[in-house]
C-alpha cells in the first residue's frame, strides 16, 4: 500500500516568506509526528498529533512553527517568516498505534532551503 | 530525560566483514529502543526494535542489536557487510511520551 507521502520534495524560500509542507500520512493511521533533520545531525522532534489533536508541540522552536490537522489525516506544518536556521530536512512519520513502542513509517521528507 | 549516543560518525568496513554500530542510551524510565536506517533520497526506514521482549532483537537484513542494561547499550551488528548496506544509520529512544529521541548517526560505508 501507499506510505507516508509529503509535498513538496523541496522548496527553496527567501527569507522571509511563508512555506506551508505537507504530509499525507498512511490511511487510517492514528498518530503522526513531525521531525527536523539538520544538515548531518539527527531528526529533532517538532510535534505529534493523536487524530486531531496535538498532544505535543514541546519541539517547535519558534512561534513561527505552526502545525495542524484539523481531520485527523492531511498535516500542515506551516513556518512564518523563514529565517535562514530553519533550512533542514522536515520529515513527517504515522504509525498505527498511540504506544511508545509503534514503529514510525516516515515519508522522504521536505528540504527547504531558506536564502 | 532520555539521550542516544552513538560512537563514530563514519565506519567503513570491507565486504563480508562483521559491521558493529555502536548505540548507548540515556533513559530515566524503561527505554523502547529502534534503529533505522536511511538511504539516500529515502525515508527513514525501520531495521529493528527493542521493547522489552527479548534482549537480543533480530531485524531486517540481517541485522540484530542486543539490549544490555548494564552496560545502557543497544549496538547493531551484522555478521557479514554487503554493499547494499551502505547507508545512514540512527539509534533512537522512546520513552513513554512517544516522541523518538535520535543520535546522530553513523554513515556505513562497505568497501568492495
Known amino acids: 500500500g501507499a506510505g507516508v507521502s509529503q509535498s513538496p520534495r523541496y522548496k527553496v524560500a527567501k527569507r522571509g516568506q511563508d512555506v506551508a509542507l505537507r504530509c499525507d500520512p498512511i490511511s487510517g493511521h492514528v498518530s503522526l509526528f513531525w521531525y527536523q533533520q539538520a544538515l548531518g545531525q539527527g531528526p529533532e522532534f517538532l510535534t505529534y498529533?493523536?487524530?486531531?489533536?496535538?498532544?505535543?508541540k514541546s519541539g517547535l522552536p519558534s512561534d513561527r512553527f505552526f502545525a495542524e490537522r484539523p481531520e485527523g489525516s492531511v498535516s500542515t506544518l506551516k513556518i512564518q517568516r523563514t529565517q535562514q536556521e530553519d533550512s533542514a530536512v522536515y520529515l513527517c512519520?504515522?504509525?498505527?498505534?498511540?504506544?511508545?513502542?509503534?514503529?514510525?513509517?516516515f515519508g522522504p521528507g521536505t528540504r527547504l532551503t531558506v536564502l | 530525560a532520555q539521550s542516544v549516543t552513538q560512537l563514530g560518525s563514519h565506519v567503513s568496513v570491507s565486504e563480508g566483514a562483521l559491521v558493529l554500530l555502536r548505540c548507548n542510551y540515556s533513559?530515566?524510565?524503561?527505554?523502547?529502543l529502534f534503529w533505522y536506517v536511511q538511504y539516500p533520497n529515502q525515508g527513514l526506514q525501520l531495521l529493528l526494535k527493542y521493547t522489552s521482549a527479548a534482549t537480543l532483537v533480530k531485524g531486517i537484513n540481517g541485522f540484530e542489536a542486543e539490549f544490555k542494561k548494564s552496560e545502557t547499550s543497544f549496538h547493531l551488528t551484522k555478521p557479514s557487510a554487503h554493499m547494499s548496506d551502505a547507508a545512514e544509520y540512527f539509534c533512537?529512544?522512546?520513552?513513554?511520551?512517544?516522541?523518538?529521541?535520535w543520535g546522530l548517526g553513523t554513515s556505513l560505508a562497505v568497501n568492495p
Open positions: 512519520a504515522s504509525s498505527d498505534m498511540t504506544g511508545s513502542y509503534n514503529e514510525q513509517f
Open positions: 533512537a529512544v522512546s520513552g513513554n511520551n512517544r516522541k523518538l529521541i
Open positions: 533513559s530515566s524510565v524503561p527505554p523502547y
Open positions: 498529533f493523536q487524530n486531531e489533536a496535538q498532544l505535543d
